[in-house]
């Protein structure tokens, strides 16, 4: 299994999540510091919009021996959003998940990268009362459970960021001279989350310049604007009749969706560790996706698959939020998740306006409402007179029930005393 916080002499080579941020940046030097061994540097891209080549200068120059830059957004996109899109997957009814989605994917290349390299360690740079952490080493487990892992937040005394920025000072890794941003910030291509600052201690409606991709919906244009959205088997494939692939899609929705104002979520979540906490989430082309992908599926899917399945998505979003991403009932419930996402496929036209989204129009090859049914002028396949057969057979245990109500209850039997 593997093991936390062994120290120097025991690792001879670690790779570590690296994001070129201050708390990954000090890593890589406490790590030689600390436990002696090589530290090789793997960087991500699932849509952060970095500087890869500053980041991955400043990695070899803080003392990483290689630096792995993996372009990760069409995998993350394919290999995770989407089926998270196909499930239905939303936390507590709000998050749409894209820091969580993210973790799997990144912890996944970073094992690749470790067995590849020969290293005997995994390094990252979540604190020790976050939901990474556990996203992080859960992944590790299932992909490489005989490797160390490291968690210099639950090892080193650095408590605080005034205290981090002495350790990078001393160890001549770059610092920004002041914070002008006070907030916490993950970006996938999925979205943007905020978390710190005010939002620590004030539970009403974020500061507008705590958001960063969309605009404002008092802002926003004051004419609606229309998007058509197609899918193929559940799976978004272009936008106002043009095929895109993947990332394209993402950015183009993403672009539409944020001049509109669209895609902000102000909430307070559940953490995994246990505690709430108060974030802000900006998800554009997610909002507008989860909107259009519902819809379809309101459309093609039979009752009581439709119902079923909101209860795999209420499991399937709990699963991807606590880092249970490599695990047997993920990947069962993708199986059934898949089936029914054979005949989710047509287009969904939206109308944006001023932050809110409003379903236009919906239409499939696979639609299951007909109106000859569903119309008040009923056509020949519907008998109104069959209804009150299966009336009476759902009503039977009700009546029944009633009646016992109404009929008064015997006296219970007196037993005689004997003399």
Known sequence: MAKSGTKAGKVQRAVLAYSGGLDTSIIIP????????????????????????AVRKKALATGA????????????????????????????????????????????????????????????????????????????????????????WREWKIKSREDAMKYARRHSVPVPATRKDPFSRDQTIWHLSHEGGVLETVLGEPPEDAWKLTVSPRRAPDE??????????GVPAGVDGKKLGPIQLLET??????????????????????????????TPAGTLLHAAHHELEALTLDRDTFHYKQTVALRYAELVYFGQWFTPLREALDSFVETTQRNVSGTVRLGLYKGNVRVLDRASPYSLYDTSIGGFTMGADYDQKDAEGFINILGLPIRLAAARKSTPRPRPYARRKPR
């Open 30 to 53: 406490w790590l030689r510091e600390n436990y002696g061994c090589e530290v090789v540097a793997m960087v991500g891209d699932v849509g952060h919009g970095d500087d890869y080549e």
């Open 65 to 152: 021996s290689q630096v792995y830059v993996e372009d990760l957004r069409e995998e993350f996109i394919t290999g995770y959003l989407w089926k998270a899109l196909q499930a239905g997957a939303v936390y507590e009814g709000k998050y749409l998940l894209g820091t969580s989605l993210a973790r799997p994917a990144l912890a996944r290349r970073q094992v690749q990268v470790a067995l590849a390299s020969g290293a005997d360690a995994l390094a990252h740079g979540c604190t020790g009362k976050g939901n990474d952490q556990v996203r992080f080493e859960l992944a590790y487990k299932a992909l490489a459970p005989n490797l160390t892992v490291i968690a210099p």
């Open 224 to 233: 609606e604007t229309e998007v058509t959205i197609s899918f193929e088997a």
């Open 253 to 282: 929705l993403n672009r539409i969706a944020a001049e509109n104002g669209v895609g902000r979520t102000d909430l307070v979540e559940n953490r995994f560790v246990g505690m709430k906490s108060h974030g802000a989430y900006e």
